[in-house]
């Protein structure tokens, strides 16, 4: 049985899940660099962190109910299943990086007076996880069904 979308789709949802997760657990919690919406109080910011919290975890364990479908059904490709978690990865950085960090304005990467170093390697490696996440996607795309290990 064939399930591509499936892997693929999987892996984004636990991608977009397992970044958003470091991001709200290193740079909002331990490192207090921000929070998810710095435009308002400290409070606010404590509330917008803990639903992004949230958010973060209903993609990851979608991805994962996904995932062990995939295995129940010997659908699993695991190289497949990596590409969409390098794509949800660098798809979700690369949009926070620009979206929420230049376009709205709602929080940066942290608050210094030359934020370029940290802006530049935010997207760099957003952009490196969309291009390798790209690649496995695309070499993926047409191969042959390889039932799932143990």
Same mark, same amino acid.
């Given at each position: 049985?064939?399930?591509?979308?499936?892997?693929?789709? *999987?892996?984004?949802?636990?991608?977009? $899940?397992?970044?958003?997760?470091?991001?709200?657990?290193?740079?909002?919690?331990?490192?207090?660099?921000?929070?998810?919406?710095?435009?308002?109080?400290?409070?606010? $910011?404590?509330? *917008?962190?803990?639903?992004?919290?949230?958010?973060?975890?209903?993609?990851?364990?979608?991805?994962?109910?996904?995932?062990?479908?995939?295995?129940?059904?010997?659908?699993?490709?695991?190289?497949?299943?990596?590409?969409?978690?390098?794509?949800?990865? $660098?798809?979700?950085?690369?949009?926070?990086?620009?979206?929420?960090?230049?376009?709205?304005?709602?929080?940066?990467?942290?608050?210094?007076?030359?934020?370029?170093?940290?802006?530049?390697?935010?997207?760099?490696?957003?952009?490196?996880?969309?291009?390798? $996440?790209?690649?496995?996607?695309?070499?993926?795309?047409?191969?042959?069904?390889?039932?799932?290990?143990?």
């Amino acid at each position: 049985m064939e399930r591509s979308g499936q892997n693929l789709w *999987s892996g984004v949802l636990f991608g977009i $899940g397992l970044v958003a997760f470091i991001d709200e657990a290193v740079f909002h919690q331990l490192l207090h660099w921000h929070h998810f919406y710095d435009l308002g109080t400290p409070a606010a $910011g404590l509330v *917008s962190d803990g639903l992004f919290h949230a958010f973060s975890w209903f993609a990851t364990i979608a991805g994962l109910f996904l995932l062990a479908d995939l295995r129940r059904w010997g659908a699993l490709r695991w190289p497949r299943w990596a590409g969409g978690v390098l794509l949800g990865a $660098g798809a979700f950085q690369l949009y926070d990086g620009t979206v929420q960090h230049k376009l709205l304005g709602i929080h940066q990467i942290r608050y210094v007076d030359d934020i370029l170093p940290y802006d530049l390697t935010w997207n760099i490696a957003a952009v490196a996880m969309l291009a390798a $996440g790209a690649v496995l996607t695309v070499r993926t795309r047409r191969a042959p069904h390889a039932r799932a290990s143990s």
